[in-house]
C-alpha cells in the first residue's frame, strides 16, 4: 500500500473524496469503542456532517478549548476523544462517526471514526485530506493478500 492514497468516505447520503496519507505516528484510538481514529481536515467533516453536526464543528475550529466547555449534549455521532502529541498531552479532539470508508477501493473500513483537526493542512495541494491510523496499513496489507491468493 502506498503512502499517499484515495479516499472515499460516506455518511448516509453525503460523499466526500480525500487524499489519504498512511501516518505511522498515528496510533490514536477511542478509548471506549477501541475504533482506531483517521484525522481529517474541516473540509472532509463539513461534508459529511449534518446539519445538526455542524455549528459544533465550527465552534470547535474557531476555539478548540471551547469544546471542553460544550453545555449541550453534541449531535447524535459526534464525540470527544482524550489525545497526546509530542508537544502536549491531555488535549481533546472532536471526532464524527461516518458509515465506510474506502482506502484506494482496496478496503473497506466499517463505521471508522473520523477526529477533525483544529488545525488544516494540505497534501497535494489540497485541503481535503486525512491522516489515516497505521492500523489501516496493516489491514489493507493483509486485504490485498487476501485478493492475490
Not at 16 to 29: H, K, P, Q, S
Not at 68 to 76: G, N, T
Not at 117 to 141: A, E
Amino acid at each position: 500500500m502506498n503512502i499517499l492514497t484515495n479516499v472515499l468516505l460516506g455518511k448516509k447520503s453525503r460523499l466526500t473524496n480525500a487524499i489519504g496519507y498512511i501516518d505511522t505516528g498515528n496510533t490514536l484510538r477511542c478509548r471506549l469503542t477501541g475504533r482506531h481514529v483517521a484525522i481529517a481536515t474541516y473540509p472532509v467533516a463539513a461534508a459529511l456532517a449534518t446539519t445538526e453536526m455542524l455549528p459544533v464543528i465550527d465552534n470547535y475550529m474557531n476555539d478548540p478549548s471551547s469544546i471542553c466547555s460544550y453545555q449541550k449534549a453534541f449531535p447524535k455521532g459526534l464525540h470527544l476523544i482524550p489525545y497526546n502529541t509530542i508537544c502536549s498531552k491531555g488535549q481533546m479532539l472532536l471526532a464524527m462517526d461516518a458509515d465506510y470508508m474506502f482506502i484506494d477501493t482496496k478496503y473497506i473500513e466499517k463505521n471508522p471514526l473520523i477526529g477533525i483537526s483544529p488545525n488544516t493542512f494540505t497534501i497535494l495541494r489540497t485541503d481535503k485530506c486525512i491522516l489515516l491510523n497505521k492500523n489501516y496499513m496493516k489491514r489493507g496489507q493483509r486485504h490485498v493478500k487476501h485478493n492475490k491468493g
